[in-house]
């Protein structure tokens, strides 16, 4: 593929702009893309990294802007999905994202055939919606374990990344699949998702791709995951493997009289088997406010590895295959066809008759907020890798600006993902800027934040146990009530450095459903909790979550 360049935009409101803390606006970057031209052609050098290494103490992060996304859409080119790819991307425009991932499903089918005819089709997307950034990605069956996203900056190796990837590695294609304990296969197995880790990575070092980047998908659905494998693939290369599906997808799951009495939200359905992890607890296999054991968990397996002291981003999304309530059903497949000797599904037929489904549009319900001061490619991979997220439900925010800094600097300090370093004992403020919504969402609701809860947890560094999910020393320090507020305010919670270093993460709701959390009311009074199988609406218990900051305490 040659290399594109974005247009000079003469009408950037497409989309309408969200604020953030620091005054500057998705509306501003994008007119800013039409005025720089060629500083944001697909692969370019001028985007900045978003991190830098610093050695005194403090530290000032760039103003950013919020960049809207979901990494994990389907389309014909996935077997046990249904849309093409106009309507997803349609979709993904009418619900407000700037950018996507087509992730489709690994198999023979696949890769012999759809990824390059998905690769065609993509970039006609592409020249169709110069105002969205549409990457093409893999989802990956990992040895031993459940699904990833893969995906790759634009560029003439993309697909062929990809599908050397998906042949070299998938766990489906291989027969790779065994994770169990103590069954022969597992440790070969294991080991093999750690060299495909390894494998993206040099090709990424060798300038064969500018750059990819791996998500995990719904990793506590089936429970396969363990706490040991998803350490050992973020150490493979955590500038590759850079986070977790904090919350699945297929969020209209549990829509009360759609689906079934037995519906929870994200199918997170199922029961302990043979292939989990046995050190999960049979709770663990539920969405709590619709996101994952392992991040609604204060003091679960999500904080357990940012006590390490690293970062490990999350993300939401849509995971769309079949929309709830939508009309339209697969194609009949001509004579001679089907999905391994053609690599694509026969295009959606219209019915006028409400199908089965379980998600949302891409953008309709789950959001990703990445920070970038750049509008591009590079721009949303560099940020996602930063850990400048924040994610919602709902359309609960318009926009979150975070920032932690020293009571003594004047600058702007870091945000999320980003490193503070602070004397022990010394004081610093965290600020919390909250742009409320200003528009019913798409289910015609006005969402209202209701509560900003502050999460703290000590870093100690490496664990010596790697299947270890609990972080005992992270707990909810703080709760600010928020009913009732309008526009755009900021919170100023104070924090005091001790003698070890630490992170902060933030979490809130609208404040429908709450509970005493999974370890305790002592560690999180007023947590998100199951609902009822077959009851689920989600729009009536929406959430968001940020990536942590982190504060590294050094001596006198």
Not at 60 to 81: F, I, K, N, Q, T
Not at 365 to 389: D, I, P, Q
């Amino acid at each position: 593929m040659t290399e594109q360049r974005l247009p000079a935009w003469a009408d950037p409101s497409v989309s309408p702009a969200r604020l953030d803390a620091q005054g500057v606006s998705r509306r501003r970057l994008l007119r800013r893309a039409g005025l720089f031209g060629a500083a944001f052609a697909i692969g370019s050098a001028a985007t900045p990294a978003l991190a830098s290494p610093r050695g005194g103490f403090g530290g000032e992060d760039p103003r950013l802007a919020y960049l809207v996304g979901d990494h994990h859409v389907h389309s014909v080119y996935s077997h046990d999905a249904k849309y093409t790819f106009s309507q997803q991307a349609r979709a993904a425009a009418k619900y407000g994202l700037d950018w996507m991932v087509f992730n489709e499903h690994s198999n023979f089918g696949h890769a012999n055939h759809g990824a390059k005819l998905e690769h065609a089709e993509i970039v006609r997307a592409r020249a169709e919606n110069p105002r969205q950034l549409i990457f093409q990605g893999l989802e990956w069956y990992i040895p031993a374990a459940e699904h990833c996203t893969v995906f790759a900056t634009p560029g003439p190796h993309e697909t062929d990344l990809l599908t050397q990837f998906e042949l070299a590695y998938d766990g489906k294609l291989l027969g790779y699949t065994e994770g169990s304990a103590g069954a022969a296969d597992t440790a070969r197995n294991e080991a093999h998702a750690v060299k495909a880790i390894n494998w993206l990575a040099e090709q990424r070092r060798s300038g064969y791709v500018d750059d990819v980047l791996v998500l995990a998908n719904h990793p506590l659905r089936l429970g396969i995951d363990s706490p040991h494998e998803m350490r050992n693939w973020r150490d493979a290369a955590p500038e590759i493997m850079i986070g977790m599906e904090g919350a699945p997808g297929a969020q209209g799951a549990a829509i009360p009289g759609w689906r079934g009495s037995t519906s929870i939200r994200g199918e997170y359905e199922n029961k302990p088997t043979a292939q989990s992890w046995a050190g999960y607890p049979a709770d663990a296999f539920l969405t709590y406010g619709g996101f994952d054991w392992a991040t609604a968990t204060v003091g679960g397996l999500w904080d357990s590895m940012l006590a390490e002291g690293r970062l490990f981003t999350i993300t939401t999304n849509s995971d769309n295959h079949r929309t709830v309530f939508d009309t339209w059903k697969n194609g009949d497949w001509p004579a001679g066809q089907n999905f391994d000797n053609t690599g694509k599904l026969p295009d959606p037929v219209n019915t006028d008759t409400p199908q089965p489904g379980s998600d949302f549009w891409p953008g309709e319900f789950s959001r990703t907020h990445v920070g970038v001061t750049r509008y591009g490619y590079r721009a949303v991979m560099a940020g996602l890798r930063a850990g400048r997220v924040w994610l919602d439900h709902g359309h609960l925010l318009d926009g979150l600006d975070v920032r932690l800094r020293r009571d003594c600097d004047a600058g702007r300090g870091v945000t999320l993902g980003g490193r503070l370093r602070v004397r022990k004992g010394e004081r610093i403020t965290l600020y919390v800027t909250v742009t409320t919504a200003s528009r019913p969402n798409p289910q015609g609701i006005l969402p209202e934040l209701a509560h900003v809860d502050v999460i703290r947890g000590a870093v100690r560094g490496p664990v010596a146990d790697r299947d270890t999910w609990r972080a005992p020393d992270t707990r909810v320090v703080q709760t600010r009530d928020v009913s009732g507020r309008k526009g755009t305010y900021t919170l100023r919670i104070p924090l005091t450095a001790g003698e070890e270093s630490f992170y902060v993460r933030l979490r809130g709701s609208d404040g429908n459903r709450h509970g005493a959390g999974y370890l305790g009311a002592a560690v999180d009074p007023n947590g998100p909790v199951p609902h009822e199988p077959g009851n689920g609406d989600p729009w009536a218990d929406t959430w968001f979550y940020s990536n942590p900051i982190f504060v590294d305490v050094a001596g006198d």
